[in-house]
């Protein structure tokens, strides 16, 4: 059984002090011991005050991205060990916007999630395709190329430490999610890559997102579907209440 997940990924938004305040709302908002695990990504100077905010409470912390390195001569760049020393148990590799903005490429993406994994961070690597690629059917041919370059030469017994979250380039940020049986479609295609190239337990034990306008009018409808086990929320992440409605209504679907 696999236990849901709603993560927020809050991205180039709010500064310490907002960051604070909106941790604190959703810690005040949520219930206690909700079936669902919470995790919040804020950007990296909020991480340490946000940590101080959540420690006490099942609430996760994550980053938006690493870098693959130690340490060193890297001018700008985050080691996985500094996110562990924020308060970080779980780090989002590859989201769409580093692969479009910061030409981040499957090979890098694959280094990413073998530091994190290394220092005991859990990676929530993202794939999907574009409206160009979507509409010229190449959808699950990109998907499978994502997979095959992000798990390359990643051990089996690593895999169950991996969330893969699926948005859809088209759906992020739009308003236009993906229908529950297009968003299906691919969770179950992500599902059957698992157990084709790692195997059977991987597969049923990996738990796939799916993110792309989130809502908490929509999550219910998503996550009815057998291979959905959570979202990765970006807009309506950032306001608590809609962050914890989403929450509750993912929780009700179990
Ligand atoms: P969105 O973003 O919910 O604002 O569409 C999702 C994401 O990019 O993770």
Redo the contacts with the bound molecule.
Sequence with gaps: MRKPMIAG?W?MHKIISESVALSEKIKNTLEKNVHVDVVVCPVFTALNSVYSVLEDTDIGLGAQNLYWEKEGAFTGEISPIMLKDSGCEYVIIG???RRKYFSETDEMVNKKIKAALEIGLTPIV?VGETLEEREAAKETAVINAQLEGAFNNIDINDMGNVII?Y?PVW????GKTATPQQAQQIHQFIRQWLTDNKDNEVSAAIRILY????KPENIKELMDNEDIDGA??????LKAETFAQIVKNAKEVI
């Design positions: 990924n991205k989201h769409s916007e993202c979250a948005e759906a992020i940020g739009t993110g792309g306008s989130v990765l929320v970006g807009g309506a992440s």
